[in-house]
């Protein structure tokens, strides 16, 4: 079955870190761009970064309110890509989706396959 | 940052009514929009992409039109099944974005 699954969410506290994971499964996972998007009831959906396919070298690229303090990572052999985030705000508390990017006919890639999100709260 | 802006924000009707729903970019995306469902504790399914590209599974009853700045979505035949939360994302640019969203109750 083709499908994404999130883990790793919980509590934080302000300054602190966490790894949340995406296993995919179902498709081949390194021809495929890779993106992280949060969601809140304040601020709607964010997308906060992506992982290119190993034909672009998994180059990373990243929303400026995560920049820096953000990674995104993959473990192809293990078909899970993982954002690492440190210096959390409470800001960031949201529940964060795995999502695949497929490309089109333009050569454009778009988002078409989303995980149910994992919740991460950032609070003292 | 391009800004979407969707309306309306919630729409009530009935079943085997037409729904549908704008979103307007602040700047051009040409053909570069998605559509996508959600519904609580399920994964966002995508809907429509390139403004008016069917994904595979999706019931022919979504359409979507548009280009440039003004776009739609339509919901023909209204189904129970369809009632949740409708959203737009472009990605003519980075960072990518999304409309506010649409809640369509049945």
């Known amino acids: 079955e083709v499908q994404l699954v999130e883990s790793g969410g919980g509590l934080v506290q302000p300054g602190g870190s966490l790894r949340v994971s995406c296993a995919a499964s179902g498709f081949s996972f390194s021809d495929y761009f890779m993106d992280w998007v949060r969601q809140t009831p304040g601020k709607g959906l964010e997308w906060v970064g992506r992982s290119k396919s190993k034909a672009k070298s998994y180059r990373t690229e990243y929303a400026a309110s995560v920049r820096g303090r953000f990674i995104i990572s993959r473990d192809a052999s293990g078909n899970t890509v993982y954002l690492q985030m440190n210096g959390l705000r409470t800001e960031d508390t949201a529940l964060y989706h795995c999502?695949?990017?497929?490309?089109?006919?333009?050569?454009?890639?778009?988002?078409?396959?989303w995980g149910r999100g994992t919740l991460v709260t950032v609070s003292s | 940052d391009i800004q979407m802006t969707q309306s309306p924000s919630s729409v009530s009707a009935s079943v085997g009514d037409t729904v549908t729903i704008t979103c307007r970019a602040s700047q051009a995306v040409k053909n570069y929009l998605n559509w996508f469902q959600r519904k609580p504790g399920k994964a966002p399914k995508s809907l429509i992409y390139g403004a008016f590209n069917l994904q595979n599974g999706v019931p022919s009853r979504f359409s979507g039109s548009g280009s440039g700045t003004d776009f739609t979505l339509t919901i023909r035949s209204l189904q129970p099944e369809d009632s949740g939360f409708y959203y737009c994302q472009q990605y003519t640019d980075f960072p990518l974005t999304f409309g506010g969203g649409t809640k369509v109750e049945i």
């Open positions: 999502v695949r990017a497929s490309l089109d006919a333009a050569g454009i890639w778009y988002l078409d396959l």
